[in-house]
T-cell receptor, first 116, second 113 residues
């Protein structure tokens, strides 16, 4: 079946540090991949997405590249800020070539704590 | 992307009562969904809200406990019935348009005493 595995948190960094949050997936076909962010007390916001192999999604300084050979979609940011403290969810939507609704599959989430 | 609002944003309820959560979208959308996020956990899909017909529930969720309505393409409600403390969660609606990207509402934080 389809699944998403994320690194466990919390990830604790100092401001301006480099961030990597690992995400690997298992899926048949060609899923779309997403990163969502949940700031404290809020709902989920779409951070970035990629729909095919070698695509790079980017937004607000965050990047993730769809690597089909390693089934990965790791989230990176070159210099984190205190305001990036949140929970980050990796997710996949199974192959777009299938017809009908395909349930979004979430990872368990990774909490990021950035200190000044 | 669509602008999604939910009401109420939070509530504290007594066990045995019911709460209806509203989800409003500022444009017509293809699909609407309801999720539950238990404290410190990831999201679990409750059901797909179908316009003009009964919702499609995921395993472990039943209509008697979580009745859902979707009278049109921009609005849906989720009722949490006969609540117990185990129902304390964040409830989120999400929508899709023409792509497989889901956009989420701000969530409703429910505490059951």
């Amino acid at each position: 079946g389809n699944s998403v595995t994320q690194m466990e948190g919390p990830v604790t960094l100092s401001e301006e540090a480099f961030l990597t949050i690992n995400c690997t997936y298992t899926a048949t076909g060609y899923p779309s991949l997403f990163w969502y962010v949940q700031y404290p007390g809020e709902g989920l916001q779409l951070l970035l997405k990629a729909t095919k192999a070698d695509d790079k999604g980017s937004n607000k300084g965050f990047e993730a590249t769809y690597r089909k050979e390693t089934t990965s979609f790791h989230l990176e940011k070159g210099s984190v800020q205190v305001s990036d403290s949140a929970v980050y969810f990796c997710a996949l939507s199974p192959s777009a070539r299938n017809t009908g609704f395909q349930k979004l599959v979430f990872g368990t989430g990774t909490r990021l704590l950035v200190s000044p | 992307s669509a602008v999604i609002s939910q009401k109420p944003s939070r509530d504290i309820c007594q066990r045995g009562t019911s709460l209806t959560i509203q989800c409003q979208v500022d444009s017509q959308v293809t699909m609407m969904f309801w999720y539950r996020q238990q404290p410190g956990q990831s999201l679990t899909l409750i059901a797909t809200a179908n316009q003009g017909s009964e919702a499609t529930y995921e395993s472990g969720f039943v209509i008697d406990k979580f009745p859902i309505s979707r009278p049109n393409l921009t609005f849906s409600t989720l009722t949490v019935s006969n609540m117990s403390p185990e129902d304390s969660s964040i409830y989120l609606c999400s929508v899709t348009g023409d792509t497989d990207t889901q956009y989420f509402g701000p969530g409703t934080r429910l505490t059951v005493l």
